[in-house]
């Protein structure tokens, strides 16, 4: 079958995504967007643009092309990892 005929759920199987996590000062939830895994290099690229003051928003559009922006001076941290997740939850070690 054609990648043009694919159902779009086998395609969003074999596509990896990237989950990035931003924590926000004075916020009390953190932002999550996943992106395309071949634009993790970019994401991070305009994180460290963002955190040296190079630009005053960060701006990373998500797998449905939504733009999330985000004020550099509100940054908390960033998290950069699998969407397929590796989050632990519980005590265990």
Same mark, same amino acid.
């Given at each position: 079958?054609?990648?043009?005929?694919?159902?779009?759920?086998?395609?969003?199987a074999?596509?990896? *995504?990237v989950?990035?996590?931003? =924590?926000v000062?004075q916020?009390?939830? $953190?932002?999550?967007?996943?992106?395309?895994?071949? $634009?993790?290099d970019?994401?991070?690229?305009?994180? $460290? !643009?963002?955190?040296s =003051?190079?630009?005053e928003?960060?701006w990373?559009?998500?797998?449905?092309g939504? /733009?999330?922006g985000?004020?550099? !001076?509100?940054?908390?941290?960033? $998290?950069? =990892?699998n969407?397929d997740? /590796?989050? *632990?939850i =519980?005590?265990?070690?």
């Amino acid at each position: 079958m054609s990648a043009a005929l694919a159902h779009p759920s086998t395609l969003a199987a074999t596509v990896r *995504r990237v989950d990035v996590r931003i =924590g926000v000062t004075q916020a009390p939830r $953190e932002l999550n967007v996943e992106v395309p895994d071949d $634009e993790r290099d970019d994401v991070r690229a305009k994180v $460290e !643009a963002a955190l040296s =003051g190079a630009a005053e928003v960060l701006w990373i559009k998500d797998k449905r092309g939504r /733009d999330v922006g985000v004020p550099a !001076a509100k940054i908390a941290y960033v $998290e950069i =990892g699998n969407a397929d997740g /590796d989050r *632990r939850i =519980g005590f265990g070690g």
